[in-house]
């Protein structure tokens, strides 16, 4: 075990890498990243190395991390048990769990945090059978590599069955789908949520846990568009949030920054699903809570106490998702924060977002949404 972290190494090197870094870089440690992407945004800060580079990578390197979920979980693994490192926060296992959607649903449940009743379905007839059971609608989803909302399908019908399996059951063989590794689907009983929200929370070294504030987000075209922090009146669900996470932290020995996402319906939260990293609905904690995720995330990867997630200011966060507005008319709006992600404009991709920081953000909001279309 290094006793000094100078430098952390980070899998993957997106834009999550990127604002990662620039915490660590103000608390005095470099970066670098594994990334096979060309001119991946953290490139910007700190060395890039493909995944044929992992010696390099690691000799770089005094301790890890990570900032995307689809890292192969052996190469996690192997970083987490080197003994001349520092260790892997979060460890593998929190990310093997949250690779799955079945094995996410099993903890939640064996947690006795509620879910969506879920089947596993792994052939037409098993799929037949979970529209049976669970009725419908339902959503099918792949259980592995989904973001965005992708590698799902609403099954509104009897006759959208066969659509169904036909466009996501290749997932099952490893054949087609998000990722070459065989898994079966899962089918889950459709929610009728009022409002989605989001709950993050950090971990130390020591077992110390913090909480954000629960914040609502919106979603187009199944891409996370906006995110209000706080949520509105929902002062009366925190308690079951923070229990929620706080039981998956502990129980799985977390270290670092872990998203959950939840619906908010009648009987009250029914948790959706983990993600073992910082998350895009906490990118207003930058400027508007006095200690971001990414700086606790850093804090915590590196053993120093956490610090404050309350919110200083009121905050609306906006994706820049596939093309950029323009910036003067944007910066003209008073409270406007903008984070350009140096990536290149494609149709339904996040290149940037921004975070409006005030007590009444309604019509700043509104001026940018309309920049934004
Ligand atoms: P993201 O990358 O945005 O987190 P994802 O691809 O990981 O998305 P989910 O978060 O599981 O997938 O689902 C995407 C969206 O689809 C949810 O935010 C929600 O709006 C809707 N959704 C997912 N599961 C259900 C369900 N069981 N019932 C109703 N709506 C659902
Ligand atoms: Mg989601």
């Given at each position: 075990?290094?006793?000094?972290?100078?430098?952390?190494?980070?899998?993957?090197?997106?834009?999550?890498?990127?604002?990662?870094?620039?915490?660590?870089?103000?608390?005095?440690?470099?970066?670098?990243?594994?990334?096979?992407?060309?001119?991946?945004?953290?490139?910007?800060?700190?060395?890039?190395?493909?995944?044929?580079?992992?010696?390099?990578?690691?000799?770089?390197?005094?301790?890890?991390?990570?900032?995307?979920?689809?890292?192969?979980?052996?190469?996690?693994?192997?970083?987490?048990?080197?003994?001349?490192?520092?260790?892997?926060?979060?460890?593998?296992?929190?990310?093997?769990?949250?690779?799955?959607?079945?094995?996410?649903?099993?903890?939640?449940?064996?947690?006795?945090?509620?879910?969506?009743?879920?089947?596993?379905?792994?052939?037409?007839?098993?799929?037949?059978?979970?529209?049976?059971?669970?009725g419908l609608p339902l959503v099918l989803k792949?259980?592995?590599?989904?973001?965005?909302?992708?590698?799902?399908?609403?099954?509104?019908?009897?006759?959208?069955?066969?659509?169904?399996?036909?466009?996501?059951?290749?997932?099952?063989?490893?054949?087609?789908?998000?990722?070459?590794?065989?898994?079966?689907?899962?089918?889950?009983?459709?929610?009728?949520?009022?409002?989605?929200?989001?709950?993050?929370?950090?971990?130390?070294?020591?077992?110390?846990?913090?909480?954000?504030?629960?914040?609502?987000?919106?979603?187009?075209?199944?891409?996370?568009?906006?995110?209000?922090?706080?949520?509105?009146?929902?002062?009366?669900?925190?308690?079951?949030?923070?229990?929620?996470?706080?039981?998956?932290?502990?129980?799985?020995?977390?270290?670092?920054?872990?998203?959950?996402?939840?619906?908010?319906?009648?009987?009250?939260?029914?948790?959706?699903?983990?993600?073992?990293?910082?998350?895009?609905?906490?990118?207003?904690?930058?400027?508007?809570?006095?200690?971001?995720?990414?700086?606790?995330?850093?804090?915590?990867?590196?053993?120093?106490?956490?610090?404050?997630?309350?919110?200083?200011?009121?905050?609306?966060?906006?994706?820049?998702?596939?093309?950029?507005?323009?910036?003067?008319?944007?910066?003209?709006?008073?409270?406007?924060?903008?984070?350009?992600?140096?990536?290149?404009?494609?149709?339904g991709r996040k290149i940037g977002h921004i975070?409006?920081?005030?007590?009444?953000?309604?019509?700043?909001?509104?001026?940018?949404?309309?920049?934004?279309?």
């Amino acid at each position: 075990m290094t006793s000094t972290i100078k430098t952390i190494g980070i899998l993957g090197g997106g834009q999550l890498g990127m604002m990662l870094a620039q915490a660590a870089l103000q608390l005095g440690y470099r970066c670098v990243f594994l990334e096979d992407a060309d001119n991946a945004p953290a490139s910007l800060y700190g060395q890039v190395f493909k995944s044929h580079e992992l010696d390099k990578f690691i000799a770089a390197s005094d301790v890890f991390t990570l900032e995307f979920e689809n890292t192969p979980v052996d190469t996690a693994r192997k970083l987490g048990e080197l003994d001349n490192k520092g260790g892997l926060f979060p460890p593998a296992d929190a990310l093997q769990i949250a690779q799955d959607r079945l094995a996410e649903k099993a903890l939640f449940n064996q947690l006795n945090i509620n879910t969506v009743p879920y089947l596993s379905v792994s052939s037409l007839d098993e799929l037949r059978n979970a529209c049976q059971q669970l009725g419908l609608p339902l959503v099918l989803k792949t259980s592995r590599g989904g973001y965005d909302g992708k590698g799902q399908f609403v099954i509104k019908t009897a006759n959208d069955i066969q659509t169904a399996w036909h466009e996501l059951g290749d997932a099952v063989t490893g054949q087609g789908g998000l990722t070459s590794t065989p898994a079966p689907l899962i089918a889950e009983g459709f929610i009728n949520f009022s409002r989605e929200v989001s709950i993050i929370a950090v971990r130390a070294k020591n077992g110390d846990i913090r909480y954000y504030p629960l914040v609502e987000n919106h979603h187009k075209n199944g891409i996370l568009a906006k995110t209000i922090a706080p949520a509105d009146n929902i002062a009366y669900l925190t308690e079951q949030a923070q229990s929620n996470i706080g039981k998956i932290l502990t129980h799985l020995d977390y270290v670092g920054v872990l998203t959950l996402e939840l619906f908010v319906t009648e009987s009250g939260l029914i948790a959706n699903e983990i993600a073992p990293r910082v998350h895009n609905s906490g990118h207003w904690s930058i400027e508007g809570a006095y200690c971001s995720q990414f700086e606790n995330h850093i804090r915590a990867v590196t053993g120093l106490p956490l610090g404050d997630t309350q919110i200083a200011k009121p905050s609306v966060m906006l994706n820049v998702i596939g093309k950029y507005p323009d910036i003067n008319q944007l910066l003209s709006i008073d409270g406007v924060h903008f984070h350009h992600y140096h990536k290149s404009e494609r149709t339904g991709r996040k290149i940037g977002h921004i975070t409006i920081t005030a007590d009444e953000p309604n019509a700043a909001v509104a001026a940018i949404e309309q920049l934004l279309d």
